[in-house]
């Protein structure tokens, strides 16, 4: 026995059936779908017989260089089995994605904590501030270009933001 | 027609002992009771996951001891789990048992900190965490023995565990466990009955069982609301598929509730204990893994029954040496969600109560 790992093939042909225009990807772990379509695809897996997706066991966003993901994993008590579904955003500017805290209240602080260190905006969170880091902090730290990678992989800072000759970190 | 007051805002931490650590609440109050609250936190951020894409897989381990710094081996352990889910390290039957008895171990030394510090937070001052101590203080010798340190163990290895067991080590925790029984039954029986808990405790703080699967809380916190859901139990890792064991659940979802879940899962703690002394095998307790492993491009989340929770790394790889995307997932911070709901409409005194029966560690609120 054990969780089931529900594939996201199964998962994007579950959608379909719903929302033919929602899925954008799917391979055997995960299952992505439109950002304008993510609550909807929530609210659907939440509530179906299938999935029943009522609780979000994890929330984060992770920065592929070219492009940000986040990915959420959804559990389901009664049936025992977890899917794993992404949304991509290529705007590396001003990502946003829609906030699922109509969804699952327990996206609060999670997305919060994305917003904190990715920047990715969360499109109707009620309260998206800052977690961590206070209010005016430069830039995101958990982006590849916030400090330079090593081997030059991505541009960015040298130093830690407050060192001489860095950006001002706000605190005075 | 009620009287209002003007708003007044009462401060709590970051320095304050009921906030657990570094924490601090800004409560806004109507009279007595609190109309609005906001928690304030990243006092003890330390960037980890930062600093995980940095240092190989195997040099990031001691990171996990220093989120949970009261549950050190249950994070080795969930770091460790995602990394050989990632890099399919096959762990040889012993050291999936002595991982069972630690992490065990370990949640009876948390559940100890959790309960006393609950309770001096109820207003039964010190004498019950006292006592606690004495008996977390068994726990962090028999770590000692086994790997030398007490509070930040950096016990499991990617494959396995650092080193086997010394010998004196079953021995010890035979007595333990022997001994552990009539201590839990002391306890209930000052505390179960205890009138200053009651009368603090019960009713209050109140999540229904809905809500807890809404707001994505784990732990004694979502069992305390009467959903038995354990992932010990629902997706078994190490050697929990071997023993036998009852997820104690509560039935009010108060703080009262929280603090018998709590109560009540070390004597199952106990109970598993048991089981592992007679059926550990012998044999190899590692997997040899090279020190700069390179786990093929992919991503794994490895989760695991934290003494506060689903405790889950979602760790990417790239294909490189260190991880590409570390995740923590924490329930520190995700049981916190519920805390402002819940303290609405109480008094002061209540919210430190509801925040005690949360039990976080601010090493892994924050990380």
């Known amino acids: 026995m054990g969780t089931r790992y529900l594939s996201g093939l199964e998962l994007a042909h579950r959608i379909s059936q719903r929302l033919p225009e929602a899925v954008v990807d799917a391979n055997p772990e995960w299952v992505e779908v439109r950002p304008d379509d993510l609550v909807e695809v929530c609210r659907f897996l939440r509530d179906d017989e299938e999935t029943d997706f009522k609780f979000l066991s994890c929330l984060t966003a992770v920065d592929r260089l070219d492009h940000f993901e986040v990915v959420y994993h959804l559990q389901s008590f009664r049936l025992n089995q977890l899917g794993v579904l992404k949304v991509k955003v290529w705007d590396r500017e001003e990502p946003e994605v829609p906030s699922v805290t109509s969804v699952w209240l327990g996206a609060d602080l999670q997305e919060r904590e994305a917003y904190d260190l990715m920047g990715i905006r969360f499109r109707g969170h009620p309260d998206l501030r800052r977690l961590f880091l206070w209010e005016g902090f430069p830039g995101h730290p958990l982006r590849k270009d916030w400090l330079a990678m090593p081997g030059q992989r991505m541009p960015g800072l040298q130093r830690f933001p407050g060192e001489p000759g860095e950006p001002d970190t706000g605190r005075g | ?367």
């Open chain 2, 1 to 367: 027609m009620a009287m209002r007051t003007e708003p007044f805002v009462v401060n709590v931490g970051p320095q304050h002992p009921s906030t657990h650590g570094v924490f601090r609440l800004r409560l806004t109050l109507d009279g007595e009771r609190i109309v609005d609250c906001q928690m304030v936190m990243g006092y003890l951020h330390r960037s980890m996951e930062k600093l995980a894409e940095e240092r190989s897989f195997t040099q990031n381990i001691p990171f996990t001891d220093r989120t949970d710094y009261l549950a050190a081996m249950t994070g080795n352990l969930a770091y460790c789990l995602a990394v050989e889910k990632l890099a399919s390290v096959p762990v040889p039957p012993r050291a999936q048992w002595i991982r069972t008895i630690m992490a065990e171990l370990q949640r009876i030394a948390s559940h100890c900190m959790a309960i006393g510090t609950f309770i001096n937070d109820c207003g039964a001052w010190h004498t019950p965490l006292l006592y606690m101590m004495r008996e977390r203080e068994k726990v962090l010798d028999l770590f000692e023995l086994a790997c030398g340190a007490r509070l930040t163990t950096n016990y499991m290895r990617i494959g396995g565990v650092s080193r086997d067991l010394p010998p004196e080590f079953m021995p010890r925790l035979r007595d333990f466990v022997k001994e552990m029984p009539q201590r839990i039954s002391e306890y209930e029986d000052l505390l179960v009955e205890n009138e200053i808990i009651i009368a603090r405790a019960r009713g209050v703080g109140v999540l229904p069982a809905d809500k807890a699967i809404s707001y994505s809380v784990s732990g004694p916190m979502l069992r305390g609301s009467g959903v038995a859901w354990d992932l010990r139990k629902a997706d078994p890792y190490a050697a929990y598929d071997q023993v036998e064991f009852d997820i104690p659940v509560g039935t009010n979802g108060d703080c009262y509730d929280r603090f018998l879940v709590r109560l009540a899962e070390m004597r199952q703690s106990v109970r598993i204990l048991e089981q592992a002394l007679d059926m550990i095998p012998s044999g190899p307790y590692q997997t040899q893994v090279p020190l700069a492993l390179q786990p093929p491009p992919g991503e794994a989340y490895g989760r695991i029954e934290s003494p506060r929770g689903e405790l889950g790394f979602y760790v990417v790889s790239d294909g490189g040496p260190a991880p590409f995307r570390f995740h923590i997932r924490s329930p520190s911070l995700i049981n916190l969600t519920p805390l402002p709901e819940l303290v609405r409409g109480m008094t002061v005194a209540d919210a430190i109560v509801i925040l005690g029966s949360v039990d976080i560690v601010v090493g892994e609120v924050d990380r």
